[in-house]
Each structure stands twice: as C-alpha cells, then as structure tokens.
C-alpha cells in the first residue's frame, strides 16, 4: 500500500464517538507487537522513544536518531505509523517544512505537532504556531503525502491546576480553529480530564480531538461518549513495560 493510501485511510479512522486508540509504542519491536494484536495503526511516543534511548524528552534525542527509528518502524510493519515530533525539530516555518519532508521521506504518514516553546517558556502565540502548522502542511503537499498533523495543544499541561483548566477552554478552542485554518487534520488536548470539559472542546472543534489516557482521566468508553476521536497511552506503555521488567529482574 502506498503511503498516500496509508494516510488517508488513517484520517478516516477518527471517528467522533468511535475513537481510533493508539498504544503508543517506541521501536519496531513494539510496533510489530501491536500488529500482530490486531492495531489498525502504530504511534510513537516522544517521551518513551528518547527514555528508549536514554534521553529525556523535550527533543533531546537527535532528530537524525529519531528518523532512524522511525524509518525501522515503517520498515517493519505494514501499518500507518504516526510519529511524535514534538515542535518538529525547529522554530521558523521554513525549518519546520524541511523537517516535516524529512519525517515523511522516513516513513510517517502522521505527526504530533505541538505548540509549546521546546525548551523555552509557555506557548508559541496563536499566529505563529498556525504559520508553523501552514509550513508543515505545505511540506506535505509537495511530497504527495496527504499527512495527518495531529495539532497538539499544551495548554492544559502547562497548567497543572486542573481547576484553571475551564478557563483555558475559550483559547483551546481558538486556538483548534485557527490551527484547523492552517492545515491541521486532528487536535490534540494532552492534559485535559474533565469529562464536561473534554465534551465542550468535542462540540466547539471542527477537528477531531485526541485525548490522553492518564490518571484521573476518563476511560476509553467515557470519552468515546464525550466525542472524543482519538485516544492516545503516550508514555504510559512505556512506564508499564519498564516496571515489568524492573519487577521481573529481582532476584
């Protein structure tokens, strides 16, 4: 299957109210795993792929190692793969659009692009991070690879007061249009847990919302209820293969 067809194929599976679940996984072993258990497609995970490789996350595993990785992955399995690119490696649109032909040349017919400042302080403004998301979008047009740019929010990370988090619901909201505007195909709200929340932000997008499993959060049959699209594990396979072994390596 080409990899055009992989992406559009992988858009279609967000369905509101029958959300697509990604088990994100961080290296071809993994991805070959989620395969033979039945996946309809693969996601990394940024946070797992560098601690994988004994990097914090935060882009601090080199991108050149993270193409590779990814390149293995999408060599192994059949399945659309979804990488996690974080602030795509770059901070000007025309360093993003070089990075995003990059990631599609390694396989990927999906990213998560997100709008904090990688290594700096709070957000990216709504213009500049929808300039970024244009870029990428761009990029992609011209390798004939319909991609999947799931726009990540970190607004709701950011603020670790979940009672703050329904005042942030108005700028998430702008923030989707405008992104949606740009060329984005998902949103993405890593953070957000509140039931009546996450159902506002469902009703109030175009796009199709992505939600992160995460304690507290709602379970994967509540958010489907609430609109969601798209549930993501981020890093949490990763905490529960490692506490296995850790657990299956005392003697």
Same mark, same amino acid.
């Given at each position: 299957?080409?990899?055009?067809? !992989? +992406?559009?194929d ?10 697509l679940?990604? &088990?994100?996984?961080?290296?071809? *072993? ?9 996946? !309809? ?16 996350? *935060?882009?601090?595993? /080199?991108? %050149? ?5 990814? #390149? ?7 399945? /659309?793969?979804?990488? =996690? $690119?974080?602030?795509c &490696? +770059? ?15 390694? *396989? ?5 692009? @997100?709008?904090?400042?990688? #290594? #700096? @302080?709070?957000?990216?403004?709504? =213009? ?12 992609? @047009?011209?390798?004939?690879? /319909? ?8 607004? $709701?990370? !950011?603020?670790?007061?979940?009672? !703050?988090?329904?005042?942030?619901? +108005? ?7 405008? &992104?949606? @505007? ?41 958010? %489907?209820?609430? #609109?969601?699209?798209?549930i993501?594990h981020?890093?949490?396979? &990763?905490?529960?293969?490692? +506490? ?8």
């Amino acid at each position: 299957m080409s990899q055009a067809r !992989k +992406a559009l194929d992988f858009a279609k599976l967000h369905v509101p109210g029958q959300p697509l679940v990604l &088990y994100n996984i961080w290296d071809a *072993g993994g991805a070959k795993v989620m395969a033979k258990a039945g996946a !309809k497609a693969v996601a990394t995970g940024s946070w797992s792929v560098a601690a994988a490789q004994g990097y914090p996350d *935060g882009e601090k595993i /080199p991108m %050149a190692f993270l193409l590779q990785i990814a #390149g293995r992955i999408a060599e192994t399995v059949e399945l /659309p793969l979804t990488v =996690d $690119f974080e602030g795509c &490696y +770059a901070e000007a649109p025309d360093e993003v659009a070089a990075n995003v032909t990059r990631v599609i040349e390694a *396989g990927a017919i999906g990213i998560n692009f @997100e709008d904090q400042i990688v #290594g #700096g @302080e709070g957000l990216h403004s709504i =213009d500049a991070q929808s300039a970024r998301i244009a870029a990428a979008r761009q990029a992609a @047009e011209a390798t004939g690879v /319909p991609l999947f740019i799931n726009a990540r929010t970190d607004l $709701f990370l !950011k603020e670790k007061d979940a009672g !703050k988090h329904e005042s942030l619901v +108005a700028e998430a909201t702008a923030r989707a249009a405008a &992104y949606a @505007e740009a060329g984005a195909s998902g949103f993405f709200v890593p953070g957000l847990t509140d039931p009546a929340l996450i159902r506002s932000v469902c009703e109030a997008v175009s796009l199709p919302v992505n939600c992160m499993m995460k304690e507290g959060a709602p379970s994967s049959d509540e958010m %489907a209820a609430l #609109g969601v699209a798209r549930i993501s594990h981020g890093p949490g396979p &990763y905490f529960t293969a490692m +506490a296995d072994l850790a657990k299956r390596a005392q003697v």
